[in-house]
């Protein structure tokens, strides 16, 4: 049985995709299309907020774009210097949120100087809601905004002209909703009705059902391990006795 996937390929430094590895095993053929793109903004303007360490409390990073743009902005000979000669050492002595940990660690005390927060253009405001109930300050800059891969539209029609209708197609993102899904309903026609459709995780699932898309499952965290095990279930409804 074939599952999409419309998620971005892990680095092609670090082997298959391990959710292809994952469906794979429980005897699914998954194929990955590229959905997003990423373009870098602001760079200026980042590295001028990091060259004043001593304005801020520390950093906080809910993505790893965040990180490539912070890589971007230093590019330069000169940043570069100016980076390794004391700004590192300075941020260095500053705490570093990521996701998990950024609210597992909102019991400090609050800080009386903002951190900084490069994210995406479509952040949510979960975290500065969370942080500002806290009364922690937080000083959010764009870096970077999300548009639709400039090949998405020709893989879709390559992979359905050639592989037909997968048994189950799987949303990484609210994004890839709003990108993919008039499309592949063009490309299903009446068909899609037989389409189990998936979401990595509730967000995801509550933009399927906004655009009227039934989810015939959601996976328990954004593991490929739990995702294939819903599928699976999913695909096999009759025959969903998991060993205790």
Known sequence: MKVLLLKDPKDKDSGPDPYIKELGSHSLEATLIPVLSFEFISLDSLFEKLSHPECYG????????????????????????????????????????VVGKATASLGEKPNSSALLFPCGALKREVLPTVLREKGIPLESLTVYQTTQHPDLQASLSSYFSQQGIPASIVFFSPSGVKFCLQHIQKLSGDLINQVKFAAIGPTTAQALEAAGIPVSCTAGSPTPQDLAAGIHRALHPHNCSVPQ
């Open 58 to 97: 520390g950093l906080v990073f809910t993505s790893p774009r965040a990180l490539e743009a912070i890589k971007m902005c230093l590019k330069e000979k000169s940043k570069k210097e100016a980076w390794s000669k004391s700004l590192k050492q300075m941020w260095n002595i500053k705490p570093t949120y």
